[in-house]
């Protein structure tokens, strides 16, 4: 299984920015994909996830109508577009994946492998 996350750079304050989340190694379609993000000295936080072929969507109130995730089945792809980004969406972007459905709490607790990350720095 290998998650590989892409996307990430420096960014001015009220920029975009598309993650990749790429799967391989499971059946794609059976499987909910979440993002989480890392700040320095800060643990890590689950900002938005998808279900699996449900499709539902949850998102933290941080980036609540700033980013959109979305999933490209055919491409085993997840991204997470990033829109009017702030100094505080600044960290080390990761994504994960878990069975099925995922829940609104999105805590590192309800999933299972992680990918390497990709670094988001949003400069003010």
């Known amino acids: 299984l290998q998650l590989q996350a892409s996307g990430g750079g420096l960014v001015q304050r009220g920029g975009s920015l598309r993650l990749s989340c790429e799967v391989s190694?499971?059946?794609?379609?059976?499987?909910?994909i979440g993002w989480f993000r890392q700040a320095p000295g800060k643990e890590r936080e689950g900002i938005s996830c998808v279900s699996s072929s449900v499709g539902s969507t949850y998102y933290a109130n941080s980036v609540k109508d700033r980013f959109t995730i979305s999933r490209d089945n055919a491409k085993k792809t997840v991204y997470l577009q990033m829109n009017d980004l702030k100094s505080e969406d600044t960290g080390v972007y990761y994504c994960?994946?878990?069975?099925?459905?995922?829940?609104?709490?999105?805590?590192?607790?309800?999933?299972?492998?992680w990918g390497q990350g990709t670094q988001v720095t949003v400069s003010s």
């Open positions: 190694g499971l059946i794609f379609e059976d499987h909910a």
């Open positions: 994960t994946v878990r069975r099925f459905i995922c829940l609104p709490t999105i805590k590192t607790s309800e999933y299972n492998y």
